[in-house]
């Protein structure tokens, strides 16, 4: 069987390797193109790319599926299945129907919650108590085609999206060979996706990682959980922008703050008010420093208690 594999992602890696550790015929693999990225904007390849080449499978890096000439390559390459995880562009209807299996995503949630770009970020975000994958057979929709397959991962108050998308990955990876496995009666037994229920993940921007101190204690706890430790929430004090990347809700008798956004110290340790309360920051990072604990953030910093973030 001819495979075509569409990913770009470290979750989407997980897939891929699984593939070429169980010797599928990945035929080719489709990936973002290389970005500038970092302080120095270098050109990086996707972690997808650089496997791929790796082992000598064919890397195609597209901007678009859309035009013409793409979709003749595509059929060139005479697959019979397409797996797609995690690739980030939107795949034709033309294309679609190449295949001789059609399209099979691996999703990172138990659809039909959160459909869309940020599943991840979103369940953590929402407070969801458990996320999933769900290995889905696509259609012209976003996330709306037949479920294949689902299973389940718990998402506990403190786990942060790095965390989430390696569980997730490995599980998309060991469910993927599995699909494969008996791939005729896992596609004739396929499920509609119900509509009801449906949630969709936006894109995440650098905006949305931006901290709002006027939340909750624990609505603001899981905007930094759901983008730990990349793209990593963020908020400003006294021109300084820091990057907060854990943190603790603290008990009633470690506040002595009442502005929303207030950093003060208790025992040593450094604490922002909240709408309802306040957290310790157990782990931040200055721009263009490493990562400290709250402790060595302030112990140089005495001056920002007393500031207010923004």
Partial sequence: MNIVFMGTSDFSL???IALYANNCNVVAVYTQAPKPSGRKQKIHKSVVHEFAESKGISVFTPKSLKKADQIEIFASLKPDLTIVSSYGLIIPKDMLDIPKYGFVNIHASALPRWRG?????A???????????????MDSGIDTG??????????????NHGQLTEDLGNLGAKMI???????DSMLANAKKQPNEGATYAQKISKESCKIDWNNSAIDILRHIMAFAPIPSAWSEVDGIRVKI????????SEISAKNVGEIFENKGEMFVMC????????????????AMNGTDFLRGRKNLVGKIFS
Avoid: C, F, W
């Fill in 275 to 290: 709408q309802d309360g306040a957290l310790k920051i157990t782990k931040i990072q200055p721009a263009g420093k490493n």
């Fill in 177 to 183: 060979i599995e699909t494969l496995s008996n791939l």
């Fill in 123 to 137: 369940a953590i975000l929402a407070g969801d108590k458990q996320s999933g994958i769900t290995i889905m057979r």
């Fill in 146 to 159: 037949d479920i294949i397959s689902m299973q389940y991962v718990d998402i506990h108050p403190k786990t």
């Fill in 245 to 252: 990347l854990d943190a603790d809700i603290s008990s009633n």
């Fill in 117 to 121: 770009a940020a599943p991840i970020q």
């Fill in 14 to 16: 997980k897939g891929l």
